[in-house]
C-alpha cells in the first residue's frame, strides 16, 4: 500500500514539473508579402511547443483565409506532432488580397497568440 501511494505522489510530481516547465502553443506564419493573381502561394505555420509528450501535446493548429478556416491539424495522444517544433505548409492561389490568421492550442494550457498576416496584390 505504501509503495501505491509512494508512486502516486511521485507521478502527481512529475505532472506538475512537467507542466510547470512547459509552455502554451506558438505559431508564426511565413508567407509572401505580394503575389500576383492567379499565383500559387505557400502558406507556412511555424508551431512551438516545448511539450509534446504522452500527457501534454500540441492539440490543434488552424489556418484562416479572410476569416475562413481552409486547413487544420488535429492531434492527440497517438497521434502527435513529429517534434517540439514543427511546421505545416498550405497552398492557395490568390484570387485578390487576402488576411490570414492561424492558431495553435495545447491540450492543457491554450494557446499563446493568434498570428496574422496580409498578402496584397503585386
Not at 3 to 8: A, D, F, P, Q, R
Not at 24 to 47: C, D, H, M, S, Y
Not at 63 to 76: P, T, V, Y
Request: aromatic letters at 10%; glycine letters at 4%; a positive charge.
Amino acid at each position: 500500500m505504501k509503495k501505491m501511494i509512494l508512486l502516486i505522489i511521485g507521478v502527481l510530481i512529475f505532472l506538475c514539473a512537467e507542466s510547470a516547465l512547459a509552455n502554451k502553443a506558438v505559431v508564426r506564419l511565413e508567407a509572401p508579402e505580394n503575389a500576383t493573381q492567379g499565383e500559387k502561394i505557400k502558406i507556412t505555420l511555424f508551431v512551438t511547443h516545448s511539450a509534446n509528450n504522452f500527457f501534454h501535446y500540441t492539440k490543434r493548429v488552424y489556418l484562416k483565409i479572410n476569416g475562413q478556416e481552409k486547413a487544420s491539424w488535429e492531434f492527440s495522444v497517438t497521434n502527435r506532432p513529429e517534434a517540439e517544433v514543427f511546421s505545416r505548409t498550405f497552398e492557395y492561389v490568390m484570387d485578390g488580397p487576402i488576411s490570414l490568421e492561424s492558431a495553435a492550442f495545447c491540450n492543457i494550457h491554450g494557446s499563446a497568440n493568434t498570428a496574422t498576416a496580409t498578402i496584397g496584390l503585386k
